[in-house]
């Protein structure tokens, strides 16, 4: 196979470039990993040839907040996430979280990677902060494994959980781990898996859980940390736990994170819907980012956050699927149509709504911007060839075709794309991987799920 791919005839190419230009009846030629050339008629000499007669063609989704290791555990309505506050809800789920080990991570990431590659998403964050006496600290390496069978762009958080439960904390004793063991990995992981370079596949972040369940000098000594090793931060913030917060503060979890330093443009936050208008203004300044998850916000009846407004505070914002436990899919074009759908519904409220174009930013510019690249993110010269097309011939399509910036997220096309590329490299085609047999690799995971999981707890799974 050539070094060069020319993608021909491409019905509309929607860049999400600075000048949100949209190319129509063009061609698209890839060299190696890069975007080396965008317009009708190139030179096919030496190049292979995708039809592109059919494609609406988009930047690959980057997908900014998920929990991989939750995939096993979704469709539960013996443990509802509805009826139940976020912290209670932890108390019942995480009994089966101190259960899972190597298998489960490594088969419930091929199970929630294949979902996010098949819907479009080439890059994507997981924040895998599930170690039990079970993993040891092997569970990021099990997913790097996965990562490179499925040929996903990985970001990795390397999470934790420091603080018992009789300080209240809400996480069993089986998955806590002490600062400095937690420390130590994430400088191993660092070293073996980070790479800085354009066109990386595989990134680390150091990414203590949440304030309330960790000792402060947890995420203050992972601030030093990552400044020194020059990766970034993230942890869950604004998502209920701020009463919890006062109470042993005295301070709100922004002010908080504010004062030892876990803010600033190397950082973000998942989720927000706690934040106040006020502290809108503490992200922009510090240049911290937020990854909104509308799945849980919506299933669990928590309010939703008000997306123009912080763009117009000055905050980046972007889309995650969040865990599958409080999400049951890691379809992200799922995500950005109802992260569209929800703002839609408060635009009256709020005086406007971002439009379904806007929404698709998020997931593409601004989660590039979120992870700290600059390679990804849009389709331009010169940037890596992470894309994926729609086929824009079926016949549930027909008379929206004269917008493709908006088709996604406006008309819902949330299914199995035709063709997901990665650096230049075809990972998804018409309906099967090309580096996996997608039929071996779900009968491997049912098998798992029910040796592992269903089994140890019967009356959860039914």
């Known amino acids: 196979m050539g070094r060069k791919k020319l993608i021909r005839k491409v019905r509309a190419i929607v860049s999400c470039d600075a000048q949100d230009r949209v190319y129509t009846d063009c061609d698209l030629l890839i060299d190696g990993y890069q975007i080396a050339q965008i317009g009708p008629n190139l030179d096919a000499v030496g190049c292979e040839i995708l039809d592109g007669e059919n494609y609406f063609i988009y930047p690959g ?20 996430y509805p009826n139940l506050l976020v912290v209670d809800w932890l108390d019942r789920i995480y009994p089966i979280f101190a259960q899972i080990d190597n298998e489960v991570i490594y088969h419930s990431s091929l199970v929630a990677m294949a979902d996010l590659l098949k819907h479009g998403c080439t890059t994507a964050f997981d924040h895998q902060y599930c170690y039990t006496r079970k993993t040891g600290t092997a569970a990021v390496d099990r997913q790097m494994e996965a990562a490179s069978l499925l040929g996903i762009r990985y970001h990795a958080g390397r999470g934790c959980n420091t603080l018992e439960r009789s300080k209240g904390s809400t996480i069993p004793d089986e998955m806590l781990e002490t600062t400095d063991d937690f420390l130590s990995d994430c400088q191993r992981l660092v070293e073996r898996y980070h790479d800085p370079k354009p066109n990386s596949m595989s990134q680390i972040v150091i990414a203590p859980c949440q304030p309330i369940n960790s000792y402060e000098d947890t995420f203050k000594e992972s601030v030093k940390l990552a400044h020194s090793l020059g990766v970034r931060l993230h942890t869950h913030l604004g998502e209920g736990e701020n009463p919890i917060m006062l109470e042993r503060t005295g301070m709100r979890t922004l002010d908080w994170a504010q004062s030892i330093g ?21 992200l922009a300044e510090t240049g911290t980012g937020l990854s909104h998850c509308p799945a849980p916000a919506v299933l669990g009846g928590f309010p939703i956050i008000d997306i123009p407004a912080l763009q117009h505070a000055g905050v980046n914002v972007s889309l995650g699927c969040d865990g599958s436990a409080t999400n049951d899919s890691s379809n992200l074009l799922e995500t950005l149509r109802m992260a569209y759908l929800a703002q839609s519904y408060h635009s009256k409220q709020r005086g406007g709504a971002p439009s379904a174009y806007e929404m698709l930013k998020l997931g593409t510019v601004n989660g590039a911007k979120t992870l700290g690249r600059e390679d990804i993110g849009s389709l331009e010269i010169g940037k890596a060839a992470d894309l994926f097309a729609v086929d824009v011939s079926k016949l549930e399509l027909a008379g929206t075709l004269h917008d493709p910036r908006n088709l996604i997220a406006r008309v819902g096309a949330t299914g199995p794309v035709a063709l997901t590329m990665v650096g230049g490299k075809v990972v998804w085609q018409d309906g099967r991987f090309t580096q996996a047999d997608e039929a071996s690799l779900a009968q491997k995971a049912e098998k798992v799920c029910t040796e592992h999981l269903r089994k140890q707890f019967p009356s959860i799974f039914g």
């Open 61 to 80: 989704l980057v997908n900014t907040h998920h929990h991989f290791f939750q995939t096993f555990v979704r469709n539960l309505l013996t443990i509802d």
């Open 262 to 282: 876990f803010v600033g443009p190397d950082v973000w936050i998942a989720h927000g819907w706690e934040l106040e208008r006020a502290e809108y203004a503490i």
